[in-house]
């Protein structure tokens, strides 16, 4: 079975050589009649790759179909499998926590719970224009504060009025 360029390419010969035949000679009527058959030939050959190649279209599509509803489905579960595994690590941090547990070791893994990173704690409404200039990431007419480099600082002992340090929430860490 021919390429379809192939047979494009045929079919340009057959109309390039009709061009020339006098549908009046009797001699050039017998060509021209057989070229009009090959030009037959060629469409129903093409007719047919295009009936298979719009089979295989459709079967592909039903296939992708397939697989995006198998998709969604796999993302579903994951999403599932995600929000248990959320839950059931919080169930077990609060647990250790409420119960002074510092760590267990188990058969698959160890669990610990740590003091969480010291961070500065901005109140809402703080002026961070009393800020010194080097802890402030100016943008235009906003003040935003340099948390990282004003919790640095408050560990070292510079004392910065209205800021204090916090320790965040106890982390758990599975390793």
């Known amino acids: ?5 192939e047979l494009k390419d045929d079919q340009q010969k057959i109309v390039d050589e009709l061009f020339f035949l006098d549908p009046n000679d009797e001699q050039d009527k017998e060509q ?7 030009l037959a030939n060629i ?8 009936e298979f190649l719009v089979g295989i279209l459709c079967e592909v599509e039903a296939n992708e179909s397939a697989r995006k509803d198998l998709l969604d489905k796999a993302q579903k579960r994951h999403k599932t499998a995600t929000n248990a ?9 609060e647990t250790m926590i409420e ?3 510092k760590k267990i070791s188990g058969d698959y893994a ?18 961070c224009k009393k800020l010194p200039e080097y802890y402030v990431k100016y943008e235009p ?5 340099k948390k990282r480099e004003l919790t640095k600082a408050l560990k070292e002992g510079l004392l910065i009025e209205g800021l204090e340090l916090i320790r965040g929430e106890k982390v758990m860490v599975v390793s």
Not at 1 to 5: F, L, V
């Open 1 to 5: 079975m021919a390429y379809i360029h």
């Open 110 to 127: 160890d669990v610990r719970i740590q003091d969480g990173r010291e961070i500065v704690f901005i109140p809402e409404g703080y002026d």
């Open 141 to 145: 007419e906003t003040y935003t504060p």
């Open 99 to 101: 119960f002074n547990i």
């Open 32 to 38: 021209i009649d057989l070229l009009y058959s090959k």
């Open 43 to 50: 469409t129903g050959s093409v007719e047919h790759k295009l």
């Open 85 to 93: 595994a959320e839950r059931i690590r919080k169930l077990i941090r």
